[in-house]
């Protein structure tokens, strides 16, 4: 497994090296490329102070803004709701994920049966939207732990892997989310997370290669070791048919 976007430099080292009026260009030049070494998803301190129904008011009117500059006729029929639809979809379901109240409760449990070994949860569906662009990503993420005493329910995993994908993302950030949060909920570093994903921005525009798709992995305590890596990936590698 691999890291398909290399990690380019990251954003201290680009002002260091460039001039200020370099880097609004410069990162418009690396698109997708660009990734920020942070693992928290950038947000301005005031992100909660507006409700939901305001955001969706003013996005509503931002997405009629956006068609009206297109020339579409925003009295047709079919076109009428369609900045309602938009301003709902981002706020109540695709970017619902940005709100701290939407975060899966962390429920654990003992680990009764001693169970030592490694614990994966592969072929997790995942949707997400790239960042850069605003446009799907479709993929499927793969997790799993070595548990240290602690058990989280098998669909809890699936909930935190959409929970950080109902975002704008970039898959590397994301991949460091799920693991960072299973960490936390855990109590363990034992965690790892690959993410095989498909971006809209890479195949249906740009480039517009329909079969590459990204791969992105974080290794967390025992998964550094590299034995355990090879099991993990094995472990997704099982070709289960039901
Ligand atoms: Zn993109």
Excluded: W
């Excluded at 479709?138 to 909930?159: D, E, F, P, Q």
């Amino acid at each position: 497994m691999y890291l398909c976007k290399p990690k380019l430099k990251s954003s201290t080292s680009l002002n260091r090296n460039m001039k200020n009026d370099n880097i609004d260009e410069t990162i418009d030049e690396m698109g997708d490329a660009f990734v920020s070494p942070n693992t928290d998803t950038p947000m301005r301190e005031d992100a909660f102070e507006k409700s939901d129904a305001e955001k969706i008011e003013i996005i509503q009117q931002n997405v009629k803004e956006i068609m009206n500059t297109l020339g579409l006729d925003l009295t047709d029929d079919s076109l009428k709701g369609t900045p309602k639809r938009v301003a709902k979809m981002f706020v109540n379901e695709i970017f619902s994920g940005l709100h701290p109240d939407e975060k899966p409760k962390a429920s654990t449990f003992q680990n009764k049966y001693k169970y030592g070994e490694m614990l994966v949860e592969k072929n997790i569906t995942l949707y997400s939207t790239c960042e850069h662009h605003l446009l799907p990503i479709v993929g499927r993420a793969h997790v799993g732990y070595i548990s240290n005493g602690t058990v989280v329910g098998l669909s809890k995993m699936n909930r935190i892997v959409d929970y950080y994908a109902k975002r704008p993302q970039v898959q590397e950030r994301l991949t460091m989310q799920i693991v960072k949060e299973l960490q936390e909920v855990l109590g363990t570093e034992d965690v790892a997370c690959v993410i095989d994903a498909k971006h809209l921005c890479v195949n249906s525009r740009g480039i517009r290669d329909i079969e590459s798709s990204t791969v992105t992995s974080e290794y967390g305590g025992r998964f550094k070791d590299p034995e355990a890596r090879r099991d993990f990936l094995d472990y997704i590698n099982l070709d289960t048919e039901f």
